[in-house]
């Protein structure tokens, strides 16, 4: 068809690539777009085999086509190791950081939908986090983490992920698949839905179906039924695979009051129930309990500091007085 009509043909899968690559802003989604590229690239580069020519004319010689198949398949199986050793080092940092927040003892919750569902505009509207929202696939390719503090004080950290579309090539999942990741390690998983779509039951099959692919196994579930003002007032909204679900707007702020109170009562479901007096040298515990727990109340007596709270179940051995 290229030689016929003289352009430029795409199919599905370079469609998209071609979308992520206009996309990317950082190192890391550069690196995962050309890595898909070039994956892609080497796979189609057999089917060019035909149009090459392969006769050089002596015995034991090659085509000038053979001779560039091997030369093109050479220098991008070349480059693909040299980007798989650059993003195994954007993992490792990646993998830092996120031992960094398993330290803060702070749970986390990743924010995963289809793409276009409206996932930076939560993030943007719950944290300020500043980050591209606009109405197109694909606008966040790279995950942003924002620290979001509730109304009681306590505070959970919110992951902006890449968005999910159906029939995802494997290339960009095996590329993305760090990225993807995010989802693995946290403790929540917000599921963004834009349940103004027409096909918005076919859209939460196909996150559901990649998150069980990336092994993301054994999470409470809330599913945000986004976009909420232009969606039809008597649609049946329902996620039977969910743990919670509520109706939001992310762009009016719509429903996120309940979403607060929601991860508030998640948390400190969480969390263990503290109730002890600290002699004044101790009264460093009590700083550890703001930081990393809820502190209901502190009163300072004769004999030491009395304090209620509520405090991670892992550092509860830790807190209490030696």
């Not at 001779?67 to 070349?78: P, Y």
């Not at 779509?197 to 990649?210: C, E, I, L, R, W």
């Amino acid at each position: 068809m290229e030689d016929v009509l003289d352009t430029k043909i795409m199919d599905r899968t370079m469609v998209i690539l071609d979308i992520f690559a206009g996309r990317a802003t950082t190192r890391e989604g550069k690196l995962q777009v050309e890595l898909a590229q070039l994956r892609y690239r080497a796979v189609r580069l057999v089917g060019l085999r035909n149009s090459l020519s392969r006769l050089g004319g002596g015995i034991g010689t090659r085509g000038p086509g053979e001779s560039k198949l091997e030369i093109d398949r050479r220098r991008i199986h070349d480059r693909i190791g040299q980007l798989k050793a650059e993003l195994e080092e954007v993992k490792r940092h990646r993998e830092v950081a996120r031992q960094q927040r398993e330290r803060s003892h702070m749970l986390r919750a990743a924010i995963v939908g289809y793409t276009n569902a409206g996932k930076s505009t939560l993030l943007n509207r719950l944290t300020d986090a500043g980050i591209l929202a606009e109405d197109k696939l694909f606008a966040t390719l790279d995950p942003t983490t924002r620290n979001l503090k509730l109304p009681d004080g306590q505070e959970i950290l919110l992951t902006d992920t890449v968005g999910f579309i159906r029939k995802l090539p494997h290339h960009l999942v095996e590329a993305f698949k760090s990225t993807l990741e995010e989802a693995k390690y946290c403790d929540i998983i917000l599921h963004v839905v834009d349940c103004s779509n027409p096909q918005m039951d076919m859209q939460m099959y196909v996150v559901y179906d990649t998150l069980k692919q990336l092994g993301v196994e054994d999470k409470e579930y809330i599913t945000l039924f986004n976009k909420i003002d232009r969606a039809d007032k008597e649609l049946v909204l329902r996620d039977l695979q969910s743990d919670h679900q509520l109706k939001i707007s992310a762009k009016t702020g719509e429903g996120l009051d309940q979403l607060m109170e929601l991860l508030g009562a998640i948390l400190r479901s969480r969390k263990v129930y503290l109730e002890r007096t600290y002699p004044y040298a101790q009264a460093g515990k009590i700083q550890l309990i703001r930081k990393y727990g809820e502190l209901l109340s502190e009163e300072y007596e004769d004999r030491g500091i009395t304090v209620k709270a509520y405090v991670p179940a892992e550092m509860y051995g830790s807190l209490l007085p030696s």
